[in-house]
């Protein structure tokens, strides 16, 4: 005798959907437990760009070479020729190498206004000097042959202003025996007692009041310092 086993027709309707359901879950499942998704990098945020416009110039540096020094600085230094000048041959040879034919004057006992002074010549042709520099500004400064201030010559404070030909002195006198340089050159007028006075042909002093701390050099190279930097820039830069 075979039985039957009667299931209710809804019942079974609901065991096949509870079956679907399973099925649909069943890849949800094994994809929760799988590696979590890449999250991607933050990227780094670029500086902004600063217009070269506003990077400051570098600052130019003097480089030179010593062509005569009396006292303690130049004592001190071996690169600086001391005891009896040079010839103007020598001299002469050195100053062709000049790119812009600036000679200059360190004096540590001159007054602050006189401790750096750079003289530019100006007119020169093919860089020969009409006379024998040495002897012109150690112990003879006169306004002749070819020395006038603003015509053959310019007196600065600093060697940018020497390179850019600004802020020049603007005075200047000469034409007493003995004195040598500036004599009373002055940046805004006559300045006193700031002057060598040294024998051409034995280094020594010949005036009591002559300055007795001081090196003369001729420019021998014009280089830019290091990189520039940009403590000099405006508070704010223009927008695009």
Known sequence: ???????????????????????????QAAGAAGPSPTIPPVPTPTPPTIPPAYLPA???????????????????????PTGVPMSEEDFNTIWKTSPNEILYRHCEDCSDSHKHIYMRRTGDSEKNLPFDMLDMVLMNWFDTPENTLGTNFDLYDTYGDALAQTNKWSYCNYDDPGIGFPRDCGKNGKTNGNWNSINRSTGVPINNYSKKNFYFAVETTALPSSEPSTSALPSALPSD
Not at 2 to 26: D, H, K, Q
């Open 58 to 80: 570098p600052t130019p540096v003097f480089t030179s070479t010593p062509v005569f020094g009396y006292g303690t600085i130049a004592n001190e230094d071996s690169d600086i």
């Open 1 to 27: 005798m075979m039985l039957y086993c009667r299931i209710p027709l809804v019942s079974y309707a609901m065991f096949l959907v509870m079956v679907v359901a399973n099925m649909i879950s069943l890849p």
